[in-house]
């Protein structure tokens, strides 16, 4: 009896056995891919609506948020040949002086350098913003000393000031506390800025995500997984909250130097406090670098937004990559439906096209950037 129990137990066995290799055959391995992770699910849309996809802008337009370093003629060659296809008429390098805090005079001579490269082989369709070197930051003679740099950048070409999203963040003083946005140190800066006619464009923080817990209620939690560097708290280095604040109160204390809120300050997701912000400080304006994904699951209200505030609205895309610039004309320009980002970990959703008016457009491109920033060469747009 006990080996007949045992000739049952093994007949039910491969019967399952059985039962479990059909259902994989059949399903095609629908068995195992109930096991595939977030970070590979991304099927294509079956969707079947009408596409209308834009390699070129309708207008041409000034690119007020780029990076570019390593400039010489085959970097301005490469850079003007993708511009013309693109219809970017001119690049603004907000990388001036590069990304390090070396040594000032070093710098100086860099960005000097720099602009002498771009007139020479690409007049007029590259400008440049210069940067701040926090070094020795907290000394007597740190704000007068940025000061005179500030006014022999300008004096060489430089048409604004930008400032990394690292004040506030990771720049610290000499005696290696942070140094936040709104220290008084700064004040002269901002004021310089004003008196000379450039903006100063900032970047304050980083999305609020970052600062939350990495859980499944946070909309960020890939890009925090594949990036888990940018993760941050209220120690590290501070909270979000007392950052953006700072920001803000540089804008009310200086009404007199205008400000472009890089990344529009990270409100592109609550279009109501984006307004507020704008109707509180008529200084201020927004670039839509990194942000379009926001304004692209949005689109009625974004279109309100840029409608009603067409006057106070940058382009901007900061990372440069040709290819993403397609998604940004055909969110502006189109009112295509459901079509996809092109970051996962930045969004998970797809787009829609805002259907922006010509007019409305025009000063989005260009207008705007002309009206704000000193010396661009406005016969390379039309009226």
Not at 110 to 132: D, S, W
Not at 139 to 148: D, H, R
Not at 211 to 219: A, C, F, G, H, I
């Amino acid at each position: 009896m006990l080996g007949f129990s045992i000739l049952l137990l093994f007949l039910e066995c491969m019967k399952k056995i059985s039962l479990f290799l059909f259902a994989l055959l059949l399903g095609g391995g629908s068995l195992f891919a109930q096991e595939m992770s977030f970070e590979s699910y991304n099927p294509p849309s079956t969707l079947k609506v009408p596409q209308h996809p834009v390699t070129r802008a309708k207008f041409p337009f000034i690119d007020i948020h780029s990076h570019q370093g390593g400039i010489n003629k085959s970097k301005i060659d490469q850079l003007r040949g993708e511009m013309d296809e693109l219809n970017m008429g001119i690049m603004i390098n907000l990388s001036g002086r590069g990304f390090g805090q070396g040594n000032s005079n070093a710098q100086q001579e860099y960005i000097k350098g720099m602009m002498q490269e771009f007139k020479t082989h690409a007049p007029g369709r590259f400008m440049v913003f210069t940067n701040l070197n926090f070094n020795g930051f907290g000394t007597p003679e740190w704000s007068s000393l940025a000061v005179k740099e500030l006014e022999e950048d300008v004096a060489a070409g430089a048409v604004g000031l930008k400032i990394y999203k690292s004040l506030g963040l990771t720049s610290k003083d000499n005696a290696g506390k942070r140094i936040p946005v709104d220290h008084p140190d700064l004040d002269p800066v901002w004021a310089k800025a004003g008196e000379l006619g450039i903006p100063v464009l900032i970047h304050a923080a980083d999305p609020a995500q970052f600062w939350q817990p990495m859980d499944s209620t946070n909309e960020r939690w890939l890009e925090l997984k594949l990036h888990p560097n940018r993760r941050r708290s209220a120690t590290d280095p501070a909270p979000f909250e007392q950052i953006i604040a700072e920001q803000h109160r540089v804008f009310a204390k200086h009404p007199k130097t205008t400000f472009i809120n890089a990344h529009m300050g990270w409100m592109a997701n609550d279009l109501d406090a984006a307004g507020a912000h704008l109707d509180r400080y008529p200084n201020v304006n927004y670039e839509i670098g990194a942000i379009i994904a926001e304004l692209g699951r949005q689109p009625r209200r974004a279109k309100e937004f840029f409608t009603k505030y067409q006057d106070r609205i940058l382009f901007g895309k900061d990372a440069y990559n040709k290819e993403e610039f397609y998604t940004y004309f055909r969110v502006l320009e189109t009112e295509d439906e459901y079509f996809p980002y092109y970051k996962k970990y930045h969004a998970f959703w797809s787009m829609y096209g805002l259907g922006l008016s010509d007019e409305v457009l025009k000063k989005v491109y260009y207008k705007n950037a002309l009206r704000i920033v000193p010396g661009l060469d406005k016969t390379l747009f039309p009226e």
